[in-house]
């Protein structure tokens, strides 16, 4: 157990739909991360939020957006979903440290989306 | 970006067994970790290593930055520790995200 939730834990959408999924973070913890993972590959990066504010951004359209709450849980929103968006959906909380190379990221359970 | 490569990508071995994962880095890195992936796609964390030699049960892992490697030990291996096994490191540069490896896909037959 890391501490970090996500819900839903499925989800199953039609091409075109929007899609909303939550995250809160480890207690203390001021910094959320997304990753997406298709099968078979590893996490890769949608973007950070640090104190509510976006903290950087992968490779990701714009399409792919989010939002950091005041307790620091957090959001990611996904527009007019693609059969590619299919995939697993991990957040990451962490410390957020004033030295953020210092973080260790502690991981959800996921939420696995699949567009139909 | 850094890019991180794994090997190898699959390692079957009977229970018992010991094994070495590898991790390679094409950029220095400030920040190293290794999880385990169970079946169910919980990430856990096994170590934070961005350097040295650390130890936690039958699991160990050693990064030699300067050489911009990491290997993780897994002796007397148990059915349990099947999975895929992930390093992920962030860059010594401006870089929030990690970057992680494709995997390896760690098979222990009872």
């Known amino acids: 157990e890391t501490g970090v939730t996500q819900s839903p834990t499925h989800l199953i959408k039609t091409r075109g739909q929007q899609v909303t999924l939550r995250c809160s973070s480890q207690?203390?913890?001021?910094?959320v991360s997304w990753y997406q993972q298709a099968l078979g590959q590893g996490p890769q990066f949608i973007f950070q939020?640090?104190?509510?504010?976006?903290?950087g951004r992968g490779n990701f359209p714009p399409r792919f957006s989010g939002l950091q709450f005041p307790n620091y849980s957090s959001e990611l929103n996904v527009n007019a979903l693609e059969l590619d968006d299919s995939a697993l959906y991990l957040c990451a909380s962490s410390l957020g440290v004033v030295d953020r190379a210092q973080e260790t990221q502690y991981f959800g359970p996921g939420t696995r989306l699949l567009v139909l | 970006g850094i890019q991180v490569e794994q090997s190898p990508p699959d390692l079957i071995l009977q229970e018992g067994a010991n094994s070495t994962l590898r991790c390679n880095f094409s950029d220095s890195v400030n920040n190293l970790q290794w999880f385990h992936q169970n079946p169910w796609g919980q990430l856990i964390n096994l170590f934070y290593?961005?350097?040295g030699t650390k130890q936690n049960g039958r699991l160990s892992a050693t990064t030699v930055a300067t050489e911009r490697y990491s290997l993780l030990y897994i002796s007397s291996s148990q059915t349990t520790d099947s999975g895929v096994y992930f390093c992920?490191?962030?860059?010594?540069?401006?870089?929030?995200?990690?970057?992680f490896g494709s995997g390896t896909q760690l098979t222990v037959l009872p």
């Open positions: 207690s203390g913890h001021n910094t």
């Open positions: 939020y640090y104190r509510e504010e976006e903290n």
């Open positions: 290593i961005p350097s």
């Open positions: 992920a490191g962030r860059s010594s540069g401006s870089a929030r995200q990690l970057t």
